[in-house]
């Protein structure tokens, strides 16, 4: 199945286009012949007649003559069975002008004979088309000169096929069907609904079926719809029914568990726009798949659930009141054996990064009592801060963040009791990672990249890097705590030139700017330390505010031309995937190019901000010694 990329993408709408295109065409046709079949005479006299005369028997030429004069004269049936649309003013005035003439008597005894006509007419030309058929087979005639007509039905078995080249899922299979079945009925009443009717829309009304193999359906194709990039939340959300029908099933636990998986999917994309408190009982529903331990997929979707959830300060609060529900989100971090866990068990390390992100999520939005309680529960006990610590000294660059995350939380609340050892391990360790060399310690570890890898979407924070993150928990714990800054400058003595180095312009914008903030705040908190490194520290400074100044005034005229491409050490984005199509790729690289030039000016207003207050203290502490 090709469920990634712009081209799985681009073939689906290509499909859902196809479908639209036949069936609005074999419709137009329809109605052309109704609207035309007055003519029908004149045109067989003129085209049709001639020719069959020629090449025809007579009797064949008088059979034509009669099927097509039947066919004029129930003109009147065929324009009464028009639906009346105001928007189609050339069949409503035939309608009136039909209706107009039954008012006179000659009309009336026109009605009738016509009416007569209408009830015979179908068996005459049945009658006469098959007595010609069958004296041309008895007769030996070529089966050549016999030209049937196409049936609409095999055009959509055509498009049935090219949907193979998406799926060759049976399902995706009775999709296609039912949607080429659902858009002909509603496009027979009125052509118009063609635009609104897509496979997104059709999927979505699928979720109100009471079907178990429609809703079945609905969920494979929103599943492989939202890994394509489209928007069904904004659909989905608009209906309580369907929002509260999916997370019954995912706490169902009589439904299948490819149902499950596939509900859990969707509600992840949901989770964003969900309100808690609109749905009473949900939580219960999203608890029962942390309680399914043989199936390590359910637990990671729930835990990504409330993890998304938890972004709303509400939803945060509810989740916090659950004790029951806290217990298994924290699961992993009061394991006795979690380290042991992980090593010997791979989907046991992706749950307990998960928890991780749960966590810090939680104690990073939660506000008053309930953030405080949280936060007491995880320091208060000695298991949680051992894990945390030996998941700092492991080999996953993803769970070390998790874990910094945490624990960095933990040291800036001062209500806590954070052992000196633990706040030193963390620093300590952060420090290694950011004064790194380049190209070290890159794994991308933003909030969302695990959940983005399987949805084929570009995360809505910006992307970090594990040394990006150990560089702004440095900054953030530096600023905040003084003893953290003293503890910095002893154990890495050399810190002022490790830093000052990184301010060179061959470096990422994000770790120069991060380097100014380090700076200046050990500036503040170790003035001591950061003077006696002024004479190296003070001239490289100003030589990149004059490069920055320089640079801003170069580029100025040029503001309004197009969005500079990102240079070598700045090009972290991937702009195109293998089977991407050129114009899918096009918006995308735009997007990208947009954004990195955006956090490109945040870096710099960042570093020249940092680096002028930074200039400013270090002359005042020549002149002010």
């Given at each position: 199945?090709?469920?990634g990329?712009?081209?799985?993408?681009?073939?689906?709408?290509?499909?859902?286009?196809?479908?639209?295109?036949?069936?609005?065409?074999?419709?137009?046709?329809?109605?052309?012949?109704?609207?035309?079949?007055?003519?029908?005479?004149?045109?067989?006299?003129?085209?049709?007649?001639?020719?069959?005369?020629?090449?025809?028997?007579?009797?064949?030429?008088?059979?034509?003559?009669?099927?097509?004069?039947?066919?004029?004269?129930?003109?009147?049936?065929?324009?009464?069975?028009?639906?009346?649309?105001?928007?189609?003013?050339?069949?409503?005035?035939?309608?009136?002008?039909?209706?107009?003439?039954?008012?006179?008597?000659?009309?009336?005894?026109?009605?009738?004979?016509?009416?007569?006509?209408?009830?015979?007419?179908?068996?005459?030309?049945?009658?006469?088309?098959?007595w010609?058929?069958?004296?041309?087979?008895h007769?030996?005639?070529?089966?050549?000169?016999?030209?049937?007509?196409?049936?609409?039905?095999k055009e959509?078995?055509?498009?049935?096929?090219?949907?193979?080249?998406?799926?060759?899922?049976?399902?995706?299979?009775?999709?296609?069907?039912?949607?080429?079945?659902?858009?002909?009925?509603?496009?027979?009443?009125?052509?118009?609904?063609?635009?609104?009717?897509?496979?997104?829309?059709?999927a979505?009304g699928?979720?109100?079926?009471?079907?178990p193999?429609?809703?079945?359906?609905?969920?494979?194709?929103?599943?492989?719809?939202?890994?394509?990039?489209?928007?069904?939340s904004?659909?989905?959300?608009?209906?309580?029914?369907?929002?509260?029908?999916?997370?019954?099933t995912?706490?169902?636990?009589?439904?299948?568990?490819?149902?499950?998986?596939?509900?859990?999917?969707?509600?992840?994309?949901?989770?964003g726009?969900?309100?808690?408190?609109?749905?009473?009982?949900?939580?219960?529903?999203?608890?029962?798949?942390?309680?399914?331990?043989?199936?390590?997929?359910?637990?990671?979707?729930?835990l990504?659930?409330?993890?998304?959830?938890?972004?709303?300060?509400?939803?945060?609060?509810?989740?916090?009141?659950?004790?029951?529900?806290?217990?298994?989100?924290?699961?992993?971090?009061?394991?006795?054996?979690?380290?042991?866990?992980?090593?010997?068990?791979?989907?046991?390390?992706?749950?307990?990064?998960?928890?991780?992100?749960?966590?810090?999520?939680?104690?990073?939005?939660?506000?008053?009592?309930?953030?405080?309680?949280?936060?007491?529960?995880?320091s208060?006990?000695?298991?949680?801060?051992?894990?945390?610590?030996?998941?700092l000294?492991g080999?996953?660059?993803?769970?070390?963040?998790?874990?910094?995350?945490?624990?960095?939380?933990?040291?800036?609340?001062?209500?806590?009791?954070?052992?000196?050892?633990?706040?030193?391990?963390?620093?300590?360790?952060?420090?290694?990672?950011?004064?790194?060399?380049?190209?070290?310690?890159?794994?991308?570890?933003?909030?969302?990249?695990?959940?983005?890898?399987?949805?084929?979407?570009?995360?809505?924070?910006?992307?970090?890097?594990?040394?990006?993150?150990?560089?702004?928990?440095?900054?953030?714990?530096?600023?905040?705590?003084?003893?953290?800054?003293?503890?910095?400058?002893?154990?890495?003595?050399?810190?002022?030139?490790?830093?000052?180095?990184?301010l060179?312009?061959?470096n990422?914008?994000?770790?120069?700017?991060?380097?100014?903030?380090?700076?200046?705040?050990?500036?503040?908190?170790?003035?001591?330390?950061?003077?006696?490194?002024?004479?190296?520290?003070?001239?490289?400074?100003?030589?990149?505010?004059?490069?920055?100044?320089?640079?801003?005034?170069?580029?100025?005229p040029?503001?309004?031309?197009?969005?500079?491409?990102?240079?070598?050490?700045?090009?972290?984005?991937?702009?195109?995937?293998?089977?991407?199509?050129?114009?899918?790729?096009?918006?995308?690289?735009?997007?990208?190019?947009a954004?990195?030039?955006?956090?490109?000016?945040?870096?710099?207003?960042?570093?020249q901000?940092?680096?002028?207050?930074?200039?400013?203290?270090?002359?005042?502490?020549?002149?002010?010694?």
């Open positions: 199945m090709a469920t990329g712009g081209g799985a993408h681009r073939a689906l709408t290509d499909l859902e286009h196809q479908i639209k295109v036949v069936v609005i065409g074999q419709l137009l046709i329809a109605k052309a012949w109704q609207s035309t079949a007055k003519l029908a005479i004149t045109l067989c006299l003129s085209l049709l007649f001639p020719s069959a005369y020629l090449s025809s028997q007579i009797n064949d030429f008088y059979c034509l003559l009669w099927i097509t004069g039947m066919q004029a004269i129930s003109a009147h049936s065929i324009f009464n069975d028009i639906p009346i649309n105001p928007r189609n003013t050339f069949f409503l005035g035939q309608f009136l002008k039909f209706n107009a003439t039954f008012l006179s008597p000659p009309g009336f005894i026109l009605a009738v004979m016509q009416a007569i006509f209408d009830k015979s007419s179908p068996f005459i030309c049945i009658g006469l088309s098959s010609r058929l069958w004296h041309l087979a007769a030996g005639a070529s089966i050549g000169r016999i030209k049937l007509i196409s049936d609409p039905d959509g078995d055509d498009l049935i096929k090219r949907g193979k080249n998406i799926s060759r899922e049976e399902w995706f299979k009775k999709f296609v069907e039912a949607y080429i079945k659902h858009i002909r009925e509603r496009c027979a009443k009125d052509l118009t609904v063609a635009e609104q009717v897509s496979f997104l829309s059709f979505v699928l979720l109100e079926s009471e079907s193999e429609e809703y079945l359906l609905a969920a494979r194709m929103l599943d492989m719809l939202i890994k394509n990039g489209q928007d069904a904004t659909r989905i959300l608009g209906s309580r029914k369907k929002v509260k029908r999916l997370l019954h995912v706490g169902s636990t009589q439904e299948s568990t490819e149902l499950r998986l596939l509900a859990a999917s969707i509600v992840v994309d949901l989770a726009g969900v309100r808690l408190a609109h749905f009473p009982r949900s939580l219960i529903c999203i608890s029962s798949l942390l309680e399914d331990t043989g199936r390590p997929k359910l637990i990671v979707q729930g990504t659930i409330l993890q998304r959830l938890a972004d709303d300060p509400h939803n945060c609060a509810d989740i916090c009141q659950g004790k029951e529900l806290l217990k298994k989100i924290m699961a992993p971090i009061h394991s006795r054996t979690l380290i042991h866990d992980m090593a010997m068990n791979p989907p046991w390390a992706e749950i307990t990064n998960c928890s991780l992100r749960v966590v810090h999520q939680l104690i990073h939005v939660a506000t008053g009592k309930a953030g405080k309680r949280l936060r007491h529960q995880i208060s006990d000695k298991q949680a801060i051992t894990n945390l610590e030996g998941i000294d080999e996953s660059h993803q769970l070390q963040m998790r874990a910094t995350e945490i624990l960095s939380e933990l040291v800036l609340d001062s209500s806590l009791n954070i052992s000196e050892n633990t706040r030193e391990n963390l620093v300590r360790k952060q420090l290694q990672i950011f004064l790194a060399d380049e190209g070290e310690q890159e794994e991308e570890v933003s909030a969302d990249s695990v959940l983005m890898q399987k949805t084929n979407k570009t995360p809505i924070n910006k992307e970090k890097t594990t040394k990006a993150t150990a560089g702004e928990i440095l900054s953030t714990l530096s600023i905040k705590s003084r003893i953290v800054s003293r503890f910095i400058v002893k154990e890495q003595s050399d810190i002022v030139y490790c830093l000052t180095l990184m060179d312009p061959k990422n914008i994000r770790y120069r700017a991060t380097s100014a903030q380090i700076l200046k705040n050990l500036c503040i908190h170790c003035k001591e330390h950061v003077s006696k490194e002024r004479e190296i520290l003070l001239p490289r400074v100003r030589k990149v505010l004059a490069e920055i100044l320089a640079t801003k005034t170069k580029t100025k040029e503001a309004s031309g197009s969005i500079p491409q990102p240079d070598d050490n700045e090009g972290t984005h991937e702009f195109s995937s293998e089977g991407n199509d050129i114009e899918m790729q096009l918006p995308m690289h735009t997007s990208h190019k954004q990195f030039h955006q956090e490109n000016e945040d870096g710099m207003k960042e570093l901000e940092a680096l002028l207050y930074l200039t400013s203290l270090l002359v005042r502490s020549i002149t002010m010694p």
